[in-house]
């Protein structure tokens, strides 16, 4: 596709499970991002890549969020022992390079009861 | 600490108007700026971009300003139409010392015909 493709769309789980979230970007961008966006706020910073490399993973809130993008395209986002404040949003975006306007997937909305 | 702001949550215009969406910074090392629209349950989708070195920047109905002393951004869309109506976000980024990029909270546009 010509966009950033994210699936699933929507994913309930259940407290304490562990979930994966995954990511195409757009073909031949070398920096995708994670972003989570929880209601009424802005997109909060996660994880960056550039290439295969976790560039810059500042933003993930802690030990139970890991992300990877082992050939340098398509990233998932794990999340183990789910908490209900993980319950937000999650953008995924790429750009040609780390200096360019990103463009964003339609997000997983993540759910966890 | 929230680096980018946007007080206005909410912004109502009559079709035709110009709409003025308004953001402030804090961070003077920020040097690349963008906006962003999202429809509900869409990922955001870039609209405008401006880089440090100018003051303006001009994408048909869409003019982005740039007031660097006053560490403020403002979105011009003249004339507005109905199909502006979105939740517009600020965001920007350090590209020589970060990777990510930082966004205001939003402002929900509404475009009455």
């Known amino acids: 596709g010509a966009g950033v493709s994210q699936t699933p769309s929507n994913k309930v789980t259940e407290k304490g499970k562990y979930v994966e979230l995954r990511c195409d970007p757009i073909?031949?961008?070398?920096?995708l991002y994670w972003y989570r966006q929880s209601l009424g706020q802005g997109p909060e910073f996660l994880i960056y890549?550039?290439?295969?490399?976790?560039?810059?993973d500042s933003g993930l809130p802690n030990d139970r969020f890991f992300a990877v993008r082992p050939e340098g395209s398509v990233s998932t986002l794990k999340i183990q022992r789910t908490e209900r404040g993980d319950s937000a949003v999650y953008l995924c975006?790429?750009?040609?390079?780390?200096?360019?306007?990103?463009?964003f997937g339609q997000g997983t909305r993540l759910t966890v009861v | 600490d929230q680096q980018v702001k946007q007080n206005s949550p909410s912004l109502s215009v009559q079709e035709g108007r110009i709409s003025i969406l308004n953001c402030d910074y804090t961070?003077?090392?920020?040097?690349?700026f963008l906006w962003y629209k999202k429809y509900p349950a869409e990922g955001p989708t870039f609209l405008i971009s401006?880089?440090?070195?100018?003051d303006k920047n001009e994408d048909g109905r869409f003019t982005v300003f740039l007031n660097k002393s006053a560490k403020h951004l403002s979105l011009h869309i003249v004339p507005s139409q109905p199909g502006d109506s979105a939740v517009y976000f600020c965001?920007?980024?350090?590209?020589?010392?970060?990777?990510?990029?930082?966004f205001g909270t939003g402002t929900s546009l509404t475009v009455i015909p």
């Open positions: 961070n003077s090392m920020f040097d690349y």
């Open positions: 073909s031949g961008h070398t920096a």
């Open positions: 890549f550039q290439g295969t490399g976790a560039a810059d």
């Open positions: 975006a790429s750009s040609r390079d780390r200096s360019t306007e990103a463009f």
């Open positions: 401006i880089s440090s070195i100018k």
């Open positions: 965001a920007a980024s350090a590209l020589n010392t970060g990777n990510q990029f930082y």
